[in-house]
C-alpha cells in the first residue's frame, strides 16, 4: 500500500499526486513510469509516468488525467489514503547528455512526462527551447514548472485563449529552421501530435524522439499487449520504450491498436463494476 502524501488540481479534468514510494524514488530517472493498482483483488492497473521524485521525502509524483474508469477512482481518493500497490521504476530511462541544444514540445497531459526530461536536459547544460500546447488556456498545466527548466518558453492554444492560435508544429518548424538548428527534438503528446511534430522535424534532420503510450497490461514485456512497429521490427513500450526515434515509429499502427476496443468500449459495461 502506498499513502498519498498530497493532492492538488490542475484542471479541470488534470490532478497531481505525490505518493510515498521511497525505492522507487531512490531508484527512478526522467523518462520511467511506474504501475498503479488503485483497488485490491480486481483493480486494473495503468501505467502514469513518474512526473519528478523525492528521494528525502521517498516520494513520487504523478501527474494524470481523469478519462475512465481507474483514473476516476484514484482521483476520488485523499491525502492521507492509500492505493493498493505501485510497481517502478519501468521502463528505460531517457538518454541524458549535453547535445548543445534541444527543443522540447508537450502536448495535453503530455507536458507531465516531459518535464523531468527538460528538466534533466537543462541540468546537463543544454540550451532548452520549450513549446507546450493545449486545446486552452484552462487546460493547460504545469507553465511554471516548464518555464524554470527552459531558455524560452513558447505558447499555443488551439483556440487562442492564451500564446499563440497554432499548432505547436508551426513554433516547431520555426525553431528547426534557426541557425545553429537544434540538435535534439523531444515531443511528447496525443499519438497524432507526435507524427506530425515528427514529420515537421524530419525535413530538418533534426533527431527527435518520442514517448509512446500503447496500452500496457503487464508493463514487463510477456503479454505483447503494447508492442508497436520502429524501423520496421516489433517493440515492446514497457521494456524497449517508452521512448523511441520519431522519425521511424509507425504512427498509424499505433493509433490504430489505440482504438482497437473502441467498439467494444462504446455500449460496455465495466467488469470492474460487476464485482462491487
Ligand atoms: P479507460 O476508460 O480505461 O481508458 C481511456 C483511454 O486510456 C483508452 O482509450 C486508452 O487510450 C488509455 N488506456 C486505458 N487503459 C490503458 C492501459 N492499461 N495502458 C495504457 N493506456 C490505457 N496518463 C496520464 O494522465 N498521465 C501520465 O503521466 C501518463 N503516463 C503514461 C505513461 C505510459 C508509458 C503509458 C503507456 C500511458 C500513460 N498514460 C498517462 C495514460 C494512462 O495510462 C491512461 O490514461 C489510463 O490507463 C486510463 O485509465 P482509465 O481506466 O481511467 O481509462
Ligand atoms: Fe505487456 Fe508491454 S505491457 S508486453
Ligand atoms: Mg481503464
Keep these: 500500500m502506498n499513502k498519498i502524501i498530497y493532492k492538488e488540481k490542475l484542471s479541470d479534468t488534470v490532478y497531481l499526486m505525490r505518493l510515498e514510494a ?4 531512490a531508484e527512478r530517472e526522467p523518462g520511467q513510469f511506474i504501475i498503479l493498482q488503485v483497488e485490491a483483488d480486481y483493480g486494473e492497473r495503468i ?8 528521494p528525502d521525502e ?4 504523478i501527474v494524470f488525467q481523469v478519462v475512465g474508469k481507474t483514473t476516476q477512482l484514484l482521483c476520488a481518493l485523499n491525502e492521507g489514503d492509500h492505493v493498493e500497490a505501485l510497481v517502478g521504476p519501468l521502463g528505460r530511462p531517457t538518454h ?6 534541444v527543443v ?13 526530461i527538460a528538466k534533466a536536459l537543462k541540468a546537463a547544460g543544454n540550451h532548452v527551447t520549450t513549446i507546450l500546447g493545449a486545446r486552452s488556456k484552462d487546460l493547460l498545466i504545469m507553465e511554471e514548472q516548464m518555464r524554470a527548466c527552459s531558455d524560452e518558453l513558447i505558447i499555443c492554444t488551439d483556440d ?3 500564446g499563440q492560435k497554432e499548432l ?6 520555426e525553431v528547426c529552421k534557426w541557425n545553429p538548428r537544434p540538435n535534439l527534438a523531444v515531443c511528447i503528446g496525443p499519438p497524432i501530435m507526435m507524427k506530425f511534430c515528427s514529420e515537421t522535424t524530419r525535413q530538418y534532420d533534426v533527431p527527435t524522439v518520442v514517448s509512446l503510450n500503447a496500452i500496457m497490461i503487464d508493463g514487463t514485456g510477456m503479454c505483447g499487449g503494447c508492442r508497436v512497429t520502429v524501423g520496421g521490427e516489433t517493440k515492446f513500450v514497457c521494456v524497449d520504450g517508452p521512448e523511441f526515434d520519431g522519425h521511424k515509429v509507425d504512427f ?10 473502441k467498439d467494444q468500449e462504446k455500449d460496455h459495461v465495466c467488469n470492474l463494476d460487476k464485482f462491487k
Design 22 to 25: 521511497p525505492m522507487i524514488a
Design 47 to 54: 501505467p502514469l509516468t513518474i512526473a519528478d521524485a523525492d
Design 58 to 61: 521517498g516520494s513520487v509524483t
Design 96 to 101: 541524458i547528455e549535453n547535445v548543445g541544444s
Design 104 to 116: 522540447c514540445v508537450g502536448g495535453g497531459i503530455g507536458i507531465a512526462p516531459l518535464h523531468p
Design 160 to 162: 487562442g485563449s492564451y
Design 168 to 173: 505547436v508544429t508551426k513554433p516547431l518548424d
Design 252 to 261: 498509424q499502427n499505433l493509433m490504430n491498436r489505440l482504438s482497437a476496443y
